[in-house]
């Protein structure tokens, strides 16, 4: 089983909402990553976590907060986005590299329109 | 510096065309990974295939050959008598040996396959 599955498909928020993205994976992976990605352009690496913790942080700002409850899920909390927030968030997961195969497993994403 | 190159943007062809994708990467790294997605419309990266720094023998699985060639840092994709399902974007990604998650991801190339 290599699914990441990602919740909601779709999420149209205003500016002033608080939303979350959720993403499980039982693959035993204990990496797990945001991704954003804009029309056209290729994904950007937004977070990192490694065994349930923060391990990056690519300057993000703090309207995004990531968040990994277990090993198995990854939430993205959302609050006070803009307009430019808008795009596809992807999350992934893989094996830590050095114990195992280092390819990412994507899952089909949330397409975020904010309004 | 870590870059991926992917030179071309958008490539047409017929069914049972045969295809290449090119790309070409940068990197100062001894051991480094190279990886193949493609995302369809639906927005999903789906894993193709992984080649190691240390490892080019080339591969041909179904449909899909791969060359790798260090000496021009190259990695190209192949795809045999093409399919209308081929179409998608296809992006060529560069991740470090040394640095947990992070891909680098080539520009894509969209691929669209007529009947």
């Known amino acids: 089983d290599t699914e990441v599955t990602q919740t909601p498909k779709h999420l149209v928020m205003g500016m002033t909402n608080k939303k979350s993205l959720k993403c499980e994976q039982h693959?035993?992976?204990?990496?797990m990553y945001w991704y954003k990605q804009k029309a056209k352009k290729p994904p950007e690496l937004m977070f990192v976590?490694?065994?349930?913790?923060?391990?990056i942080n690519e300057s993000v700002p703090s309207r995004f907060s990531p968040e990994c409850p277990n090993s198995s899920l990854l939430n993205l909390h959302l609050h006070a986005l803009q307009p430019e927030d808008s795009a596809l968030y992807l999350c992934?997961?893989?094996?830590?590299?050095?114990?195992?195969?280092?390819?990412?497993?994507f899952g089909q994403g949330t397409r975020l329109t904010v309004v | 510096a870590q870059k991926v190159t992917q030179a071309q943007t958008e490539i047409s062809v017929v069914e049972k065309e045969d295809v290449t994708l090119d790309c070409v990467y940068e990197?100062?790294?001894?051991?480094?990974?190279l990886f193949w997605y493609k995302q369809p419309p639906s927005g999903e990266l789906v894993f193709l295939i992984r080649r190691n720094s240390f490892d080019e023998q080339n591969e041909i699985s179904g449909r899909y050959s791969w060359n790798f060639q260090k000496s021009t840092s190259s990695f190209n994709f192949t795809i045999t008598a093409s399919q209308v399902v081929d179409s998608a974007v296809y992006f060529c990604?560069?991740?470090?040996?040394?640095?947990?998650?992070?891909?680098?991801f080539g520009r894509g190339t969209q691929l669209t396959v007529w009947p």
């Open positions: 990197t100062r790294d001894t051991t480094y990974y």
């Open positions: 990604a560069l991740g470090r040996g040394s640095t947990l998650g992070r891909l680098y």
């Open positions: 992934a997961s893989s094996q830590v590299k050095r114990a195992g195969a280092p390819e990412a497993f």
């Open positions: 976590y490694s065994y349930e913790k923060l391990s």
């Open positions: 693959m035993g992976h204990r990496a």
